[in-house]
């Protein structure tokens, strides 16, 4: 704290803003920064209804729910666990200026400037004891894309690389990755803040992405020790590891141990036989059930294809609507028989058991998503979200 | 000293005609791979599960490619370690294979067959070429008359090769059969060897059999070890399929589920002679086909020896193998399988094995299937009854009886299945008091899951009788023809001769419809 402090003796035109407006050619406009984040609410995701449910997806063609008490009991009798890995990526964002740029006509338009800090972690569970074993924390700016009015190459980079050059962060330990550009065209009725937030979101993803892959090309994972992932997994394999049929191959079965679960849903894509939505089907779900498995494709995904199921941990009386409580649980279909015949249900079952018996302790009291939480999961966001620099000391490095 | 001569036949011995199932071939090979593995971590090249064997089928190619990152075989021993046959260094009871003959089956199913491999340090990578296709024409002209020695035909089909590399790291073996034959493309077909592989090869058991825990608990407080590799086919790990429940063949669902498992050990003056594990379900019939992991299965070094039927003939019946699931380990140094590896070889070692078995599965399994599928049916007797009973006391709330002889008909049928119900309790009782450990917990597991019997919904009367039915009142019961209050006495009293016959000639449940169709005939 105290070396921030520090920066706001600093002459003014050192301030990453100026540096930006001068770097860009725009007029920084000094505005009110504030915090733009609403991601520890509970919410439903009204995202995606790209995504389609088709057929069912696992060995037996369950028509109804699935009771996993019994199952759960069991498990937790046994001293056996093969969750035991956990990840979880998070982000902040803030608004934090205002910058103006001369359009064609001489006329110019104000955007907002989005910052945001990025924190990907993972933990271990080892002996009954979770702990850290790798964290990546990054600092990115989204600014509209007609600051690089010429579309120079490597403009971005480079902005970024001067920008972390300068003294003040220099002094600080403190880099920012990189600048995303967000579109400013007019065909997209989305907020220009939105917009930012979701380069953000993305370079999130895609840190994740290379967290796990990483996971996978290490082998640390296999049918013993499975990585739950914090949100949908959302996978698409590069070209690096397409390159070689056989290596391509070893690497996607790695992904057989990497299941993701999501505390918030778009409970409208459940349709139901008549291929209308049938929200309902996860509302009534019973405490300690399961809903059959489904397969999904995400045209944005390519070839992938996913098995997703729903997963009640929490009774319906003790939550505030129906969703909390539920939790998505989504695994993508890898080898040859699961793309045939789908999941084997025994082991759709034996993974929900074990996300049963990870629903306590909660974290009531301390996260409005309690209902929805397993705690290694928890742990991990409160890691993770531990390491980021306050609110306060970031918007006074603008 | 003379020199014997061996002709070709022997090739034909130790190859087409050795083995009946094409599959072996991957047990051959994952086999001495799994040797070279052991040996490999022995000699710290490897960590121990580091050593990975990878199949690769390529049914477009048409070729099979088996690999290894173990030792691999120093360029000077290789011609000498693969030339020669039947004259391995290995040991018997020490490693996994030991005849020196097992590479040679691959000859049998493709048209070319490839060893490459190159050890630590060195900068060479050996090839042994065979041409396969060569070698069976050669063997067939000596079975025609022009006779080849073994020696001349090795000699004509087999070409070593030296090949430099960079990597000097590098350390493997592999091998590459390349073209398979048209009548052995099963070999390519990637669920097949799958399946093949899930309960012959040395891989784990799949995770969601929650029970290998309490059999790798087992084998440690024995004192051995499981041996497990990782073997992938087509990038795919392969694991040992054992789930805990058990499915019925024609609808696929659940029928029963393995609720524990049982273990049995046999020593021989005092040293671990061989030991099992046996799932525990409530041997309610005889398991269908479709649970492929089915059977006692015979293991020596976690490979198996034979097919799921290898230790049938050990039962008094062939059926009892079929009741259960699980597997025996044999452990004796003295249990040597055979060269088809289907079973072992016969000596007093066998004998003894042999022995003990059966002496276990005759006497103590086949207690327990046989127990089990007597409570079984005893209970079933009993939820029989019960069900019975209560139906005639709703059909008699209901006033469905057409007379006291229909009545009495349907009673002596309850009070029959009552007795039957008694019988089958008392035999459930005898059997209890009798029984040990393992049976108590099945009789438990019967009692707490079988179903409860389902009542069948009876028709509730039309229209309640009337109070000033005389002969109702008189018998303490309704008729059925009170409900046709608006027929006269005769009448009802014809109608009820009708109802009567009909009861008398049919069974109930035929009665019970034409009389509600004639019912509705007369509303």
């Not at chain 1, 990189?178 to 917009?195: C, G, H, M, V």
């Not at chain 1, 929900?352 to 629903?359: D, G, H, T």
């Not at chain 2, 054992?242 to 021989?268: A, E, P």
Request: net charge neutral; charged share 30%; proline share 4%.
């Amino acid at each position: 704290m105290s070396r921030t402090a520090e920066s706001f003796s600093k002459p003014k035109h050192n301030k990453i803003m100026n540096i930006l407006a001068e770097a860009t050619g725009g007029k920084s406009y000094k505005a009110h920064k504030y915090p733009i984040d609403y991601a520890d609410r509970p919410s439903i995701d009204y995202g995606d209804s790209e995504i389609i449910w088709k057929r069912r997806a696992e060995t037996t063609q369950h028509r109804t729910y699935i009771n996993l008490l019994g199952l759960s009991k069991k498990l937790a009798s046994r001293d056996d666990q093969i969750l035991s890995y956990f990840l979880d990526g998070s982000r902040r964002v803030f608004k934090v200026d205002d910058i103006a740029y001369v359009q064609s006509g001489g006329r110019s338009i104000i955007y907002p400037v989005i910052a945001g800090q990025i924190g990907v972690g993972c933990c271990h569970r080892v002996n009954k004891k979770v702990v850290p074993v790798q964290l990546k924390r990054e600092f990115v700016l989204s600014m509209p894309d007609v600051a690089d009015a010429d579309g120079k190459p490597g403009f971005w980079p480079a902005t970024a690389k001067k920008l972390s050059e300068c003294d003040e962060l220099k002094r600080l330990g403190i880099e920012f990755a990189a600048i995303l550009p967000y579109k400013t065209s007019k065909n997209d009725d989305k907020k220009f803040e939105d917009r930012a937030t979701a380069c953000v979101q993305d370079r999130m993803i895609e840190s994740e992405k290379k967290l796990v892959a990483d996971l996978v090309r290490e082998g640390k994972l296999n049918q013993n020790n499975y990585l739950v992932k914090d949100g949908s997994l959302e996978y698409r394999p590069t070209k690096e590891d397409k390159a070689d049929k056989r290596r391509y191959q070893t690497f996607k079965n790695n992904y057989n141990w990497v299941i993701g679960v999501s505390k918030n849903f778009n409970p409208e894509v459940c349709e139901d036989i008549n291929g209308k939505p049938n929200p309902g089907f996860i509302a009534d779900l019973p405490l300690y059930h399961r809903t059959p498995v489904v397969e999904y494709e995400n045209p944005m995904l390519g070839d992938i294809k996913f098995a997703v199921w729903y997963i009640r941990l929490r009774d319906k009386e003790k939550t505030r609507t129906p969703f909390d409580g539920v939790l998505k649980v989504e695994k993508i279909l890898v080898t040859e028989e699961e793309t045939e015949v789908g999941i084997d249900s025994e082991q759709v079952d034996t993974l929900s058991a074990y996300l049963i018996n990870e629903r306590n302790p909660v974290c009531y009291g301390s996260d409005l998503r309690w209902a929805n939480h397993i705690y290694p999961i928890y742990l991990t966001e409160s890691f993770v979200k531990s390491r980021y620099l306050s609110a306060e000391s970031f918007l006074h490095l603008f | 000293m003379k020199d014997y001569v061996f002709g070709a036949n022997i090739l034909e011995n130790l190859t087409t005609g050795m083995y009946q199932d094409s599959k072996v071939i991957y047990r051959e090979y994952i086999q001495n791979a799994c040797d070279q593995i052991d040996k490999a971590v022995k000699d710290e090249i490897l960590k121990q599960d580091e050593g990975t064997i990878k199949i690769w089928l390529d049914r477009d190619q048409r070729t099979i490619v088996i690999e290894d990152n173990a030792t691999g075989i120093p360029a000077a021993s290789f011609q000498q370690t693969l030339g020669n046959i039947a004259d391995s260094d290995k040991k018997i009871g020490e490693d996994k294979g030991f005849r020196g003959i097992g590479r040679l089956c691959g000859l049998a199913y493709c048209k070319e067959l490839i060893f490459i491999s190159s050890a630590k340090g060195e900068d060479t990578v050996s090839l042994m070429v065979c041409d396969a296709k060569k070698m069976r024409g050669l063997i067939d002209e000596n079975t025609r008359g022009k006779k080849h020695t073994a020696n001349e035909v090795l000699n004509a089909i087999n070409r070593f090769e030296q090949k430099k590399t960079n990597d000097i790291d590098s350390h493997f073996f592999r091998v590459e059969l390349i073209d398979i034959n048209p009548e052995n493309t099963d070999l390519l077909d990637f669920q097949q060897v799958k399946d093949y592989l899930s309960f012959v090869a040395p891989v784990p058991y799949q995770s969601s059999f929650y029970y290998r825990t309490d059999v790798y608990k087992h084998a440690q407080e024995l004192g051995v070890k499981i041996d497990e590799y990782n073997i992938t086919l087509n990038g795919e790990p392969i694991f040992k399929k054992y789930t805990t429940i058990l499915k019925d063949s024609s609808t696929g669902t659940k029928y029963d589920d393995i609720f524990g498992v049982h273990f049995q050990d046999f020593y021989k003056n005092g040293e671990l002679f061989a030991w099992m594990w046996v799932g525990v379900s409530r041997f309610q019939k005889a398991i269908p086909k479709i649970n492929q992991m089915r059977g006692l299965r015979l293991r020596k070094e976690n490979i198996q020896i034979g097919g799921e039927d290898a230790l049938q003939k050990l039962f008094k019946e062939d059926r009892g193998n079929s009741y259960f699931i699980g597997e025996v380990f044999a452990v004796n140094k003295d249990l040597i399988p055979n060269s088809q590896r289907d079973y072992f070889n016969e000596n007093p070692a066998r004998a003894y094995f042999e022995l003990e078995l059966r002496r276990y599965f005759n006497e103590e399994l086949r207690k327990i299937y046989y127990t089990g599928s007597t409570i079984n049916s005893s209970y079933k007797k009993i939820d029989a009854y019960e069900k019975k009973n209560t139906e005639f006391k709703e059909k008699d709330k209901a006033g469905v009886f057409v007379d006291k002889e229909h009545r009495e008909r349907e009673l002596k049928v309850v009070l029959e299945s009552k007795k039957e119900a008694e019988n089958a309790l008392e035999k459930i009782d005898k059997i209890k008091d009798k029984a040990d450990g393992l049976m108590q917990k099945v009789i438990q597991r019967i009692e707490v899951e079988r179903p409860k019997p389902v009542i069948a919904v009876v028709v509730p009367p039309i229209k309640p009788p009337k109070d000033d039915e005389e002969e109702s009142e008189k018998s303490g019961m309704f008729r059925r023809t009170d409900r046709l209050s608006q027929y006269n006495k005769a009448e009802r009293k014809l109608i009820s001769k009708i109802f009567s016959i009909i009861t008398s000639v049919t069974d109930s449940k035929t009665a019970e419809m034409i009389i509600s169709k004639i019912e509705e005939g007369l509303q």
